[in-house]
């Protein structure tokens, strides 16, 4: 099997089931996390208050931007 025959059939409908059977399990993952059906994730617990992942990341990212400026 030649290069041109492989991409003959990567672009006809041979490609596009490849592209449904590998792509949409990753589209109704992340349509499903979007909507909300993802669980909030706590990453520690300080004097009884969850600190939740997406807060934890800005206060990551705000401290890194503040010592890039410091330097």
């Known amino acids: 099997m030649s290069i041109s025959s492989l991409r003959k059939y ?6 596009a ?3 449904a059977l590998f792509g949409l399990p990753f589209v109704f993952s992340g349509v499903y996390s979007y909507v909300g059906g993802g ?3 706590v990453v520690a617990e300080v004097d009884g208050r ?3 992942q997406r807060e934890y990341t800005r206060a990551y990212q705000e401290y890194r ?3 890039q400026a410091m330097l």
Not at 10 to 15: M, Q, R
């Open 17 to 19: 089931i490849l592209l």
């Open 39 to 41: 669980e909030v994730s």
């Open 65 to 67: 931007q503040r010592l």
């Open 10 to 15: 990567a672009t006809g409908w041979v490609g």
């Open 50 to 52: 969850e600190i939740q």
